[in-house]
């Protein structure tokens, strides 16, 4: 077996905006050797890389990626993915009867943080099979597949002066996985009839599968706008587009949906242009609230205050709350009289013990708002309904409420 790279330098690179691209280094026929490292998520370049190929066992693959060694793959490519199936299947091999019995062993809040890190580990693991690229996103490795497209949706146009690049084999999964949503669509059924009901998710932003929240959202009462005026509704958070999308469905007049993450705003626009409704939603990016008071302000922020792991899973998690107590703080001062704002909310951390029923309802009135009504719908998704999930109990209770939320 290679013996792990050397800590000897190696001259740094840089990308083409002119700030250092990290690197990942590791010895190959005795030679130092080091290409540009890409992560989704910021992880830092594996510090140990050995080689591998077809003649590599899953065995030692395992216990190499379970010890921080990472595994540079020089053999086939469909032999590569085989060998990520069989260390999945390794770090899954604790039987769902004891895994569900630890669970329930445990308080949820505690059950769902080991949860977190159990996920959090496994992915870590599986991270370390990497797979080369070179400079124009072709795979030099024997049938590889053509992932050009894929990669340029995901990384932007290839930067031939760049040099090759390694990738985590189960991110560029990831990444083909994403350009084949974004090809084929997700179908919204608040939007209409097929074929102009889809929402085409990009690379990084997080796919609207989830569909009572949206149903909630099409069928909920609107508030009036004030007499003589057209109806304004902001959009926070905005993501795919597709809340903003279902509201100028529904004949809303103007619609401004922000969100921070550039990516977010891009695949809005795609999607809002390709329902023929870009005409009446403004993007624009900042933090939670654009300036000015509308009739309704729409906001779906992430479920679960805890840190997130990735960028994606930041439509998921959110840190101590932030994006949920930031609306409710500004709510009041953006509507306009008689105005509502529609809270989307599951209870999902009220089940875990992530937040109680009493703080949240604390938090409306702390913020000066009282609630006009709650509508409530059950989740469809298929983990309410997996008996194998460590969290399954909480899940099983779960609840999607939109909240119509008015000031004091």
Known sequence: MPKPMPNSPIPVKTDPVGSPAPLIQWLEAEQPCSARWRSERGAAPPKRVVLADDTTTADIAYRLACEGTALLWRGDFQNAKQLLQALARRADQVPTRKRKKAAQEVPLVEAFHLHRLAQSQRARMLGMLLIPFNADYSIPLRRAPDVKAACTEAWGPADETGGASIVSLRELLGVSSAHEWRRKGVEIAALGEAPD?????????????????????????????????????????TGTGVLSAVLARRGVSKIVATDQDPRALACARDNLARLKVDDTVQLLQTDLFPEGQASLVVCNPPWLPARPSSPIE???????????????????????????????????AEHL?????????????????????????????PKASDASDPLADARAREVTSLWRLAAL
Not at 198 to 212: C, L
Request: proline residues 7%; charged residues 20%.
């Open 197 to 237: 009901n889809r929402i085409h998710p990009h690379y990084g932003v997080f796919s609207p599968v989830r569909g009572e929240y949206i149903h909630l959202v099409a069928t909920a009462h609107l508030p009036k706008a004030p007499s003589g005026q057209p109806m304004l509704a902001f959009d926070i958070g």
């Open 314 to 348: 930041r439509a998921v998690y959110d840190e101590g709350g932030r994006m949920l107590a930031g609306f409710l703080k500004g709510l009041s001062a953006h509507l306009l009289p008689k105005g509502e704002g529609w809270l989307i909310l599951s209870n999902l």
């Open 353 to 381: 013990g992530l937040r109680t029923r009493d703080e949240l309802l604390a938090a409306f009135e702390a913020n000066g708002l009282r609630v006009v009504s709650r509508i409530d719908a059950k989740p469809q998704h």
